[in-house]
């Protein structure tokens, strides 16, 4: 049984047709990751389901069609959403932008601060002034802190330092075990470790959906359909 | 020296206008990207509000000026939720729509009461004047002043201090992000409006002390140097506004004051107002609180 799921999911944005026709299950428990080329669109898929971007099809979360709602009535359905790029508000202190937040009326501050101490001692600094690692912790944090079913989190290990994207799937791993996680991903290395199923899009089409680990277990799939050999990828490092 | 300090006053209380109309149209071009030509009719809908409660109401100054400023907070938000609203998916229609309303609003009220300027009653306690080191300063100079500061030490503890300060400066830097944590930031537009609004009115309402009249295109004249004020200050920044508001206004007064015949009298005022714009853009393009504009 999927938790969300995405048919025939189209995008147009000025004219240009980005998605044609994705699919997508996401698992009701664990990682699953959305694979692919740069350009492939992935990031449009996610911003499609967040409804941050005009579409078309049918999106369905726990059994409810949420295609037409608005970004926030999305988000209150129990969707945790990380962007690219971190989406932190540079000029707000980080308890400003956990603050902000905050829906449930006991947000949960207590495992934020377990998993990030780090965000404790910074209470108050302005969030434009952390470093990528710690941006992409608030990013995270912030959709932790609300009883989420179900966390999306898009490309969070990007422009990260290796220890730090060891860190940033120590807490997805440990996320995944309460919450089921979306996880766009390019480290194929992290994927391996973290993720059970998989989705692969090709040219804003599903050109894949199965077992993550079968899929880069098998070098020549994953070479037709990501472009990489995957059997040099290490934990902590980009796939190389 | 007297004439410096009454230039100086001058200059403040045009600036304080000048920052009522401009801190709410700057919150809501940061916030919403609406550019709103319809802000300098709301001062005139305050101003016509509080000059009729004044007049044919027969209601003291204060609760005039109140009574503008409560009649130019609605007219706000009914603009917002009426015709911005259903229109920000069309940016380029928003922005016709309020300049159109923008025309419209003046035109209504000198249909109305004639294209004239009215006179607004003046009441004894604020039309004397005051001795400052040695120059005579009309009393209304300070109204406005501390009306301003009062406006701006409201805005600072409403955006420093509540839930709904917070989304705005959020939504001010990334407004898609705050949908994205599950805020409805429509409510904070209405919000937005309604204290540009309010903003504006007040002005307008004291607008007519500090002219003492009022006039149907009041509010369109003083909406070009607030748009001025807007850039300079950088958008969304409310400080960014009161500073720029206090340059304008006095660069306005001194050039006046020091006026080439043959200019007019108004002209070097302006054209000053202008070239500190662009010599501002040129040093620091993104305004004074160092944001893209």
Not at chain 2, 141 to 147: E, G, K, N, P
Not at chain 2, 247 to 255: D, K, N, P, S
């Amino acid at each position: 049984m999927s938790l969300l799921t995405v048919r025939d999911l189209r995008v147009v944005i000025d004219g240009l047709h980005i998605l044609h026709g994705v699919e997508l299950d996401v698992a009701a428990t664990g990682v699953t990751a959305l694979l692919g080329r740069n350009g492939a669109g992935k990031t449009t898929t996610v911003k499609a389901v967040m409804g941050l971007v005009p579409r078309t099809g049918a999106i369905t979360f726990d059994g409810a069609d949420i295609t037409g709602l608005p970004t926030h009535r999305v988000v209150r359905r129990g969707i945790g959403y990380a962007p690219e790029d971190r989406g932190v508000f540079a000029h707000l202190s980080v308890a400003e932008n956990l603050r902000l937040a905050e829906r449930d009326p006991n947000p949960a501050y207590d495992l934020v601060f377990e998993l990030f101490p780090e965000l404790k001692q910074r209470h108050r600094q302005p969030a434009g002034t952390l470093s990528g690692g710690q941006q992409q912790m608030v990013a995270i944090a912030r959709t932790l802190l609300n009883g989420n079913r179900l966390v999306i989190a898009d490309e969070p290990t990007k422009g990260l330092a290796p220890k730090i994207v060891t860190e940033v799937a120590d807490v997805l791993a440990r996320a995944a075990a309460s919450v089921p996680v979306l996880l766009v991903e390019q480290n194929l290395a992290l994927v391996r470790r973290i993720a059970g199923r998989c989705a692969v899009l090709a040219d804003g089409r599903t050109a894949h959906q199965g077992d993550a680990g079968a899929l880069l277990a098998d070098a020549d799939a994953a070479r037709r359909l990501l472009g990489v050999g995957t059997h040099h990828a290490t934990p902590g490092g980009d796939s190389r | 020296m007297s004439t410096v300090v009454l230039l100086a006053c001058t200059g403040l209380g045009l600036g304080a206008l000048y920052f009522l109309v401009a801190s709410g149209l700057s919150l809501v071009f940061g916030l919403m990207d609406v550019l709103n030509f319809a802000h300098g009719a709301l001062l005139s809908v305050g101003a016509y509000a509080a000059w009729w409660a004044a007049t044919d109401g027969h209601l003291g100054f204060w609760l005039a000026v109140a009574f503008g400023t409560v009649v130019g907070t609605a007219a706000s938000v009914l603009l917002e939720l009426v015709l911005i609203r259903p229109l920000y998916a069309r940016p380029r229609d928003q922005i016709l729509a309020t300049v159109g309303v923008g025309l419209a609003l003046p035109a209504l009220l000198m249909g109305i009461w004639g294209s004239d300027a009215r006179p607004f009653p003046q009441p004894a306690a604020l039309s004397g004047t005051v001795d400052l080191l040695g120059a005579t300063v009309p009393v209304n100079r300070f109204v406005l002043v501390a009306a301003a500061l009062a406006v701006l030490l409201l805005l600072r503890l409403f955006l420093a201090r509540t839930r709904y300060g917070l989304i705005v400066r959020a939504g001010v830097e990334d407004r898609a992000m705050v949908t994205a944590l599950g805020i409805d930031v429509r409510r904070a537009f209405t919000l937005v409006f309604a204290i540009g609004g309010a903003a504006a009115s007040l002005g307008g309402a004291l607008a007519g002390l500090y002219f003492g009249s009022v006039n149907p295109s009041q509010g369109t004249g003083l909406l070009v140097f607030a748009f001025v004020v807007v850039v300079m200050g950088g958008t969304g920044s409310v400080t960014g506004a009161a500073v720029a508001s206090v340059g304008v206004g006095l660069v306005q007064q001194f050039a006046n004051y020091a006026a080439v015949p043959g200019l007019g009298a108004a002209g070097l005022g302006d054209l000053s107002v202008v070239v500190l714009l662009a010599v501002l853009l040129l040093v620091k393009p993104r305004g004074l609180t160092g944001r893209l504009a």
